[in-house]
């Protein structure tokens, strides 16, 4: 059985957590869960269940959205006297719209040592199974809920040639749905529910028909939609220049790379467009 760090300066050890079957947890996840000293927990309560489950009592802290920032300074303390401490969310992977990033961060400034212990994890059980692309995908998380900030995000997507995965709330649904169809048009879609519990099922659709089914649909959601069609070279040259910069942008180019791509493209010089953006 692997030793868990006897360092003087303790170690962080991110554990996923099941997403429902309580079965999905490896045996070195529940090796670090017995020999840390504190487990930080989203939800204590909700984490205490497992624990009774796995027959293990350890010293629990509360580490959630709401005392990020306070709990963040108390477990680097910890940390640093010597305490190991397991990060748990109270599904699937610290980190992943969960807690974690910042108390990650901070112990990569202060030399820390950061431990993943790998294991379920919405997205990744949700996209393997949807039977799109799983070569290259982006994963968006939640939508915005701001107005402004959620055209925004949608408008990216729209350009996105990469599998795009969401999660998403039941109630949040058919919104959610009627405001990708109108920015990013009919797609396919595969909706995963109820990931490794009794009521597990993957909806393979497009858009316009699941938004039929979507008042239905209960439980938690995973979305997975097929990325935008690649634009052939010959598409490029009918789109508007801010169009054309907007489309390399989407691809992750920077601004030089954007304006030699587009007078590659155009057969123009790149001080053309250089001058045209500026
Ligand atoms: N950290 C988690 C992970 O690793 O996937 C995600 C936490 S996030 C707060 C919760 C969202 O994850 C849910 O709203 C849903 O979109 C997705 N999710 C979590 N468990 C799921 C499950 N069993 N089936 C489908 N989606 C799930």
Redesign the pocket.
């Known amino acids: 059985m692997e030793k868990i760090n006897q360092e003087d300066i303790g170690a962080l050890y991110v554990v996923?957590t099941p997403?429902?079957n309580l079965e999905d947890i490896t045996l070195r996840a529940i090796n670090i869960l017995k020999e840390v000293d504190l487990i930080a927990a989203e939800d204590t309560r909700h984490t205490l269940k497992l624990l009774n489950h796995l027959n293990i009592s350890k010293t629990l802290i509360s580490y959630h959205r709401h005392n990020e920032n306070i709990k963040t300074d108390i477990l680097i303390k910890e940390l640093k006297q010597g305490k190991n401490i397991a990060l748990v969310?109270?599904?699937?992977?610290?980190?992943?719209?969960?807690p974690g990033e910042e108390v990650i961060k901070k112990c990569i400034e202060e030399d820390i040592k950061v431990i993943s212990i790998p294991g379920?994890?919405?997205?990744?059980?949700?996209l393997i199974c949807s039977g799109l692309d799983t070569k290259e995908f982006v994963f968006i998380?939640?939508l915005p809920l701001n107005k402004k900030n959620r055209k925004e995000k949608l408008k990216e997507i729209e350009n996105i040639t990469k599998t795009i995965i969401?999660?998403?709330?039941p109630h949040k649904l058919e919104k959610t749905l009627k405001d990708l169809k109108e920015i990013i048009g009919n797609r396919k879609i595969v909706l995963?529910?109820?990931?490794?519990?009794i009521h597990?099922e993957y909806i393979r659709e497009d858009i316009n028909s699941l938004m039929e089914k979507a008042k239905a649909i209960k439980?938690?959601?995973?979305l997975i939609i097929e990325g935008a069609e690649k634009k052939e070279e010959s598409d490029l040259l009918e789109l508007s220049l801010e169009e054309h910069y907007e489309y390399y942008k989407q691809k992750g180019l920077n601004k030089k790379e954007i304006i030699k791509q587009i007078a590659k493209d155009r057969n123009v010089n790149k001080n053309e467009i250089y001058q045209k953006f500026l």
């Open positions: 996923a997403i429902g969310s109270d599904a699937g992977t610290p980190g992943i719209c969960d379920p994890c919405a997205l990744i059980n949700a998380g939640f969401l999660y998403e709330a995963a529910r109820e990931l490794t519990k597990e439980g938690e959601i995973v």
